[in-house]
Structures are given as C-alpha cells and as structure tokens.
C-alpha cells in the first residue's frame, strides 16, 4: 500500500476540512430563515450538545492512531487488538454515561429552554441527541486504521460524504417542514447511514475484527489513562466553544444564542483548518520521536506554518470580519461582530500553539495537556459566569477569548521549559517573522472602517467588499514575505502544490 507523503496528507486534511466548512456556513443562513431565531437558538444549543457526547470518546480516536504507528499498523493483528480493546473501553464508558444522560436529560432541556416538538420532548431531544452520538462514535474508531496507513484520501472522503450529505438532508428537510424535532432526526440518521456504509467498506479495506480474546484490562487501562488525559482538551474546546452558548441560554435567552452560534462558528470553522492539516502530521512526530530522533527543527517548521495559518485563517479574516458576517447572515450576523473578533484573537494563539500539541501527544506526556486543560477549563467559566452578566454575549467571548489566550502561552512555556529552549528565543523569530503581516491586518481593518459606511446598505455591496479587501490584504503580505526573505519552509511546502510552485519561481526571478 502506497505511503501518503507529509504535504500531500496535509493538503488532503485540508481541502476536506475547507469544503465541510464552506457547506457548513451555507446551512447556516439556510436553516435561519426556515426556522427563525429562537429555534435556531435551540439547534445551536442542541448542536453544541452533540460536542459534549463526544467528549465520551475519551480521546480514542487520537489513542488508537498513536497506539498503531506504534506498532505494525499493517498488520490485522495488532489491528485488532488496540481496536478490540479500544471498542470495549467505549462501549463501557457509553452505557455508564446513557444512565446519566437518561436521568438528566429533562431538567437540563428545560435549564436551556429547549422548545417542545411534536415528535420530542425536550428532554427527548438530548436523549435522542446522545444515542445519536454515540453511534457515529462507535463507527468512527474503526476510521482510524486508515489514518495510522496512510490512507488520508479515503478518511477525507468519508469524512467529507458524512457531513455534505447529512447537511444536504437537514436542508431540505427544514425547507419543507421547517421543524426542529424533523430536522435533527434527519440530520443524524443519514450520518448514522453514510458511517454504517463507510464502515463496511474499511473493514474491507484495512481489515481487522473484535476479538475479545485480545482485549485485557491491563491495555484498557492504558488506553483509557492516555485518552483520559488527551480527552481534556476536547472538553477544553467543548467549554471553550459551546459552553457559552449554553450559559447564554440560561442567562440571556435564545434568540441571543443565535447571534452568538453564527459568529462562534465561523471562528471555529476557520480554526479547523490548520488543525486538520496539522494533525495529520501525528504519525511521523511519534515515529521521530520513538526513534529518538530531533524533532526541534520540526517543531519550529510547523510552528512557522501555524503562525501563517493564523494570520491568514484568523487575523485577516478579523480584519474584515464586520462586512463579510453582514454579507453573510445579515444583521444577526453584524451584532455578533464583537464576538467573532474576540474570539479570533484567542484562537489565533491556540493555532501557533497547535504543534505543541502534537509533539506532547508523540511524547506521551498527555497529562501536561490535561493538567492545562483543566485550568483553562476552570478559567473560561469563571471568567464567562461574570463577563456575561456585564456584556451579554460579548462577556462570553471576552472570558472565552482570555481563557484560550492564557492556555495557548501556557502550553507554549512549558514545552519549552521540558525541552530545555528559550520560549523568549522562539516568540523572538515570530514576531520578526511576522510583524509585517500584522500591520498589514491593521491597515485592512483601518480600510474596512472607512467604507463600512458606504457599503453597509445592501448586502450585495458589503461581499464584493470584504472578499476584495480580504484578498488585497492577502496578496500584500505574500508579496511582502516572498520578497523579502521570510518566507523559507513555506515556500518549499507551497511549491510542492501544482500550480503554485511556478508563481513563486516567477516572484524569486524577478526578486
């Protein structure tokens, strides 16, 4: 089976993530005017839910890819073992959670003012919202076989096929009857049909069965303790991200919920990027560093590549952000300005930390990730219990941005602090590395406050604005970095896409 190069798995991450992002952000609107403000409020908060189950993996999907590259990934036995055993950990912990999700399930509906349905009570919602869950969850272990051999083109694909088509259903669904109960339950059973599908198709492709005869709680154990500590930064991003929305239910109400969600999710949409292009470099930084080889220079290449990310994913988009949330939603989305813009700052430094991420999960040190995760965690809601009664749902991002702004340099200092490094020596090189780029994103804000005024009339005038100033913005600090020497891993990544490379020949000769 062919190995899938370190560019051509990042770029495959990436361009699934870029087109479930862009069908994401279109069902936004969509299911807005179907079903009104406070309705989508509640799908925002259901949706938010559907996060929290899936911190019940208990991080298995990374485990179980890390537990392979470990091992022969190629070989059905050793497949079947860490699956085996990853399988039962699930089933164990899912069936202890369904008792108190069962329990809890009514007053947490009626907390959030979920609305009653005609199929669903509310309280029927997250029960429903929950076994849903944790079927997609059962069916996804499996996928990671194809991660740990390098078969990113067939994740990708799977991944994209069960988002594109489950939001597909949920459209026309809530096009013609724009109800929330036969929206949701379209939306997960045609995911649930689409991962029941793709699951036969991998255990074809890179068999492996379940064998409890492998299974031994001395393994489950393990895995269990190495998740458990990697889990806690899913559950620092469920707080980080769809916590708010439920502390904005209860507090403010849902129709605040709605403006909220919209600019929430197109930080986290952009957020996702680098971290799916990322993320597809886990087994070969635990393959470095199981063979004890150097993985500093890595580390500081990736960070490079994550500090551009950010400029480009997050920094200009805030630029830009009060005309393209316009052009996108309309009002709901030009009150929830403020929020996106705090957010993107936070994230921004939650991207250049990603790599740290990565390298601590090849190390094993996954209970520095959690012991972090928990004070982040404990930040962002204190921090949004009290920003919230002053701000509303600006207070939220504010605490949320903070919290994600202190983690992200926590985590940066200490894995300098283990590996011996300057953290000073490292922000050094960014900074030189990026200030032009900054001042770029300045300047395009500074543009966009100047011809808000004139374009804020018609949506049509605000798109062709912010993709214009969005884009010149872009191209300024390409031109700027190409040509003025800082631009040295990027340029060979970039050159290894078709098409690009002969523009940044072109931009050197002339140079």
């Known amino acids: 089976m062919k190995k899938v190069s370190h560019i051509d798995a990042a770029l495959i991450m990436i361009g699934s993530r870029v087109l479930s992002i862009m069908v994401g952000l279109l069902g936004i609107p969509i299911l807005l005017s179907c079903l009104g403000s406070e309705m989508y409020g509640g799908w925002a908060v259901l949706l938010g839910g559907s996060f929290a189950f899936y911190v019940l993996e208990f991080g298995m999907s990374t485990t179980v890819i890390k537990y392979l590259a470990e091992k022969d990934s190629y070989c059905d036995l050793h497949r079947s073992e860490v699956l085996s055993n990853a399988t039962s950990l699930l089933i164990i912990v ?5 008792v108190a999700v069962l329990y809890a399930a009514a007053p947490l509906a009626g907390w ?10 509310p309280g029927g919602l997250i029960i429903f919202l929950f076994f849903s869950v944790i079927g997609t969850l059962l ?28 939001n597909i259903v949920s459209w026309i669904v809530a096009y013609n009857w724009p109800r ?43 895995m269990f303790l190495h998740g458990f500590n990697l889990q806690f930064s899913d559950m620092m991003y469920f707080v980080h991200f769809q916590f708010d929305k439920m502390l904005i239910a209860g507090f403010v109400g849902l129709a605040q919920v709605t403006h909220y969600e919209c600019a929430s999710r197109a930080g986290q949409a952009l957020r996702s990027i680098p ?34 990310s950010a400029v480009f994913l997050l920094l200009l988009p805030m630029a830009v952000s009060p005309l393209f949330l316009f052009a996108w939603v309309g009002q709901i989305g030009y009150h929830g300005r403020w929020v996106f813009m ?30 972090l995760a928990v004070v982040s965690i404990i930040m962002n809601v204190v921090f949004s219990l009290i920003l919230i009664q002053i701000w509303g749902k600006e207070g939220a991002a504010a605490g949320t941005a903070l919290a994600i702004s202190i983690t992200g340099l926590m985590y940066l200092y200490d894995f300098h602090s283990v590996n011996h490094r300057s953290m000073s020596g490292t922000c050094y090189k960014l900074l030189h ?12 804000y500074g543009l966009e406050q100047l011809i808000e005024p004139w374009v804020i009339s018609s949506r049509w005038y605000m798109a062709p604005a912010a993709a214009v100033l ?8 390409l031109f700027v970095f190409a040509t003025t020497g800082r631009l040295e891993i990027e340029l060979k990544l970039l050159g290894k896409i078709p098409g690009v490379g002969q523009w940044i020949a072109s931009i050197d000769a002339k140079s």
């Open 433 to 444: 590395l990026m200030w032009p780029a900054v001042f770029i994103c300045a300047m395009c």
């Open 470 to 477: 969005y884009l010149s913005g872009a191209i300024s600090i």
């Open 180 to 222: 929330l109960d036969l929206i949701l339950i379209s939306y997960w059973v045609s995911q649930l049909i689409i991962l029941y599908l793709s699951w036969l198709w991998v255990r074809r492709t890179v068999p492996w069965s379940y064998r409890p005869g492998l299974t031994s709680w001395a393994t489950i154990r393990q």
């Open 275 to 308: 971290g799916f292009g990322l993320g597809s470099f886990l087994p070969t930084a635990t393959e470095k560093y199981s063979s004890k080889q150097d993985f500093w220079p890595a580390y500081l290449d990736l960070t490079r590549v994550a500090a551009l």
């Open 342 to 371: 705090l957010l993107a700052a936070g994230i921004a430094i939650s991207v250049i930390a990603m790599p740290v991420n990565l390298f601590v999960q090849a190390m094993g040190r996954t209970a520095v990730m959690a012991r």
């Open 112 to 121: 959030l003012n979920l609305p009653d349905t005609r199929l669903l009570s």
């Open 139 to 166: 069916f996804r272990i499996s996928f990671q076989t194809l991660c740990a051999v390098r078969r990113y083109d067939a994740y990708a694909l799977i991944s994209l096929l069960q988002f594109f088509i489950s």
């Open 94 to 98: 899912f069936l202890l959670a369904g």
